[in-house]
């Protein structure tokens, strides 16, 4: 069975950019979530996706963005980078029914300069 | 809005002490309760959870239980071996309104290391 993947593993970019990051999610998992994680804290829920359409967002602007497709890939779309973008982004994929049991990926290292 | 806080680290401890690392958490409801662990260069994997009051959870040593009246889920580990350092989280599960989600609530981690 082939976890959480995520791509790329690493990512330099400038103020002002923007930048896409994609999740793969577990076999049979049809909803995945986003994190965001900075250096020496906790992840912050960005938002969850289910049957491609986004359905619970924490507190974060509208410049982040995402998608799911028909076969529950997703991805991270960040509009007009800030510095203060520079995390760990994290995805989460888990069935639909099992609220209590998210799998992780290894994360992207996304570098604003 | 829900909250979690767990105790600053760098937690040391020499290679077969006893582990205690404090969570507390705010929450609206019942939420359920979680400890992951993040190995250096890796995501977040799911050590142990506990779904109501009084639940224990426990793998690879590591036991929480779910204190409602304290609002606690202190993880212990009797035995610590070097291989157990990492950076440990807690976290929290909402309860979940309208079909709608709020993913899981933090706290800030605490860093681990054992020393042999």
């Known amino acids: 069975e082939t976890g959480v993947t995520q791509s790329p593993t690493h990512l330099i970019k400038t103020r002002g950019q923007q930048v896409t990051l994609r999740c793969s999610s577990q076999?049979?998992?049809?909803?995945v979530s986003w994190y965001q994680q900075a250096l020496g804290q906790g992840p912050q829920f960005i938002f969850q996706y289910y049957r491609e359409e986004e359905n619970g967002r924490g507190n974060f602007p509208p410049r982040f963005s995402g998608l799911q497709f028909p076969n529950y890939s997703s991805e991270l779309n960040v509009n007009a980078l800030e510095l203060d973008d520079s995390a760990l982004y994290l995805c989460?994929?888990?069935?639909?029914?099992?609220?209590?049991?998210?799998?992780f990926g290894p994360g992207t290292r996304l570098t604003v300069l | 809005g829900d909250s979690v806080t767990q105790m600053e680290g760098p937690v040391t401890l020499s290679e077969e002490a006893f582990l205690t690392i404090n969570c507390t958490y705010t929450a609206t409801g019942y939420p359920s309760l979680f400890w992951y662990v993040q190995y250096p260069g890796e995501g977040l994997q799911l050590l142990l959870k506990a779904t109501k009051a009084d639940d224990k959870g426990s793998n690879k040593g590591f036991e929480a239980t779910y204190r409602k009246e304290t609002t606690s889920f202190h993880l212990e580990k009797g035995s610590v071996q070097v291989s157990d350092s990492a950076v440990y989280f807690c976290a929290l599960s909402g309860v979940y309104s309208g079909g709608g989600a709020d993913g899981l609530t933090f706290g800030k981690g605490t860093h681990l290391i054992i020393q042999p």
């Open positions: 989460a994929s888990r069935p639909q029914t099992q609220v209590n049991e998210q799998f």
């Open positions: 076999s049979g998992h049809n909803t």
